[in-house]
């Protein structure tokens, strides 16, 4: 059992690093944030991968939620009220794609809910269905 989880955490690593990998200092802190995460939201690492390859999930679980939350918090996307830091989120994709396209999405997808664990889920579908 333990080497189906070793391999699904060998899976995600690998699956995880691409999103940044033009910048090797950028990935491995990104990869790390969602390790921690991981451990911090005790989300499945199956709900973990499906997240960051831009699948969303139908009815998401507690974990899944607080996941994707302590994500946005590491990398300064959301601040402990649960309110989205929209600077650096244009900030960041503006590294990933066209400045005006990354104001774009965020300012599309300027939603909160009653919770952060809420807001943070419904933004990452929001950013996932405008980031191209």
């Not at 910048?23 to 991968?49: F, T």
């Not at 679980?61 to 601040?79: A, L």
């Not at 990933?96 to 939603?111: H, L, P, T």
Request: net charge negative; proline share 2%; hydrophobic share 40%.
């Amino acid at each position: 059992m333990q080497s189906i989880t070793l391999l699904k955490l060998i899976a995600f690593a690998s699956v995880i690093g691409q999103c940044a990998s033009q910048n090797s200092n950028v990935a491995k802190q990104i990869d790390d944030y969602r390790k921690q995460c991981v451990e911090l939201s005790d989300v499945s690492v199956d709900s973990a991968i499906k997240v960051h390859s831009g699948q969303v999930i139908e009815n998401p679980d507690w974990s899944t939620k607080r996941y994707v939350q302590c994500f946005f918090q590491k990398m300064q996307f959301m601040d402990e009220n649960g309110v989205m830091l929209k600077d650096a989120v244009v900030e960041f994709f503006s590294r990933i794609q066209d400045e005006s396209r990354a104001k774009a999405m965020v300012e599309n997808c300027d939603i909160q809910k009653e919770n952060p664990l809420d807001t943070a889920y419904a933004v990452l579908v929001c950013y996932q269905g405008n980031k191209n």
